[in-house]
């Protein structure tokens, strides 16, 4: 149930009774860098006023502040971070580039509404692909919470490759979970800010994948929940 909405930049902001979260929908195509989906979220909320909804409102503008997501175009993704695969092994981002275009995606998996929202997007934008994960890309999702669990990250794995259905997608989409500095180094290299919030006790994230090229260079941001398959295969070709 929404309590409240607000509107910034093109950027709305949805505070819900169960989860905290920010959803950008963009009006336009960005011709910035190669960023598909226009401007990302970001922060610099300011503003005061009185009583109870107005202070709900405030909080939740201040916690907003921390969370956005800036178009590191070019940026090198540190491909020696170490992450624990779906089967619970040691893996490095180096092993999993294997000479294709990646789609990255960060979310944590027992989020309640907006990360199942991402992949349930991406899901629907590359079915009309004739280009399949594991061969002409590969995708890898990692988990933002550190308290998650390869457990967790294989029922997700299932539940999306099934969900997939091509063959070949076992080997190309990876889940990850991590430690809190692996996690911490590869949001920051891609620009993804987030926060947690302790009363509603979920996280306040973006809506975002990100495109990157086979060595690990960042190309495009696709903003939302919703991904034009065109626009998606284009990044990929191009990346």
Not at 50 to 58: F, I, Q, R, S, V
């Amino acid at each position: 149930m929404i309590s409240s909405m607000w509107k910034h930049n093109g950027t709305y902001i949805i505070y819900l009774s169960v989860c905290l979260t920010v959803l950008a929908f963009p009006p336009y195509l960005s011709g910035q860098g190669g960023g598909f989906g226009g401007q990302p979220p970001s922060g610099g909320w300011t503003g005061t006023t009185a009583g109870p909804a107005a202070m709900e409102a405030n909080a939740a503008l201040a916690i907003l502040n921390d969370v956005g997501i800036d178009q590191n175009i070019g940026k090198q993704i540190p491909l020696d971070l170490s992450f624990r695969d779906e089967s619970g092994n040691q893996v490095t981002l180096k092993e999993l580039y294997r000479g294709k275009p990646v789609i990255l995606t960060l979310v944590y998996y027992d989020c309640p509404m907006l990360c199942t929202d991402v992949l349930n997007g991406l899901n629907r934008s590359l079915r009309p692909l004739d280009f399949s994960a594991g061969e002409e890309f590969d995708i890898i999702t990692v988990s933002f919470d550190p308290r998650e669990t390869p457990t967790l990250a294989s029922e997700k794995k299932h539940q999306y490759v099934t969900s997939y259905g091509r063959d070949g997608t076992t080997e190309g989409w990876r889940f990850l979970t991590g430690e809190p500095e692996s996690i911490k180094a590869l949001t920051d290299a891609v620009g993804f800010r987030y926060t947690y919030d302790d009363d509603a006790e979920q996280f306040a994230h973006g809506s975002s994948i990100i495109v990157t090229t086979p060595v690990g260079v960042v190309s495009h941001y696709f903003f939302g929940i919703e991904y034009p398959p065109n626009h998606l295969r284009l990044a990929l070709i191009e990346a």
